[in-house]
């Protein structure tokens, strides 16, 4: 039901730092359904996730970091 649903922003914090990794973990969060990358601070150590629904940001967070951000971090740093 609609009234379920629990739309958030979560700030992802980054290990990340190359530009390019950055921006290809940027285009997997938002090609992955249910979320959307929608800011990155200026220093670039945080991605801001919004998610369709969260029912835990720091879940949402830990699994972003393990499914996408590490095998990135692999392949350009």
Known sequence: ????????????????SDPHAIATLAAIVTLTPGTLSADLTADRRH??????NVDDAGALVA?????????L???FE
Do not use: M, N, Q, T
Not at 1 to 16: G, N, Q
Not at 47 to 52: E, K
Not at 63 to 71: F, N, T, V
């Open 1 to 16: 039901p609609e009234d379920a649903i629990r739309p958030s922003f979560v700030w992802v914090p980054l290990e990340l």
């Open 47 to 52: 991605l801001l996730v919004h998610a369709f």
């Open 73 to 75: 971090k692999e392949i």
């Open 63 to 71: 699994g972003i970091k393990r499914r996408y951000e590490r095998p």
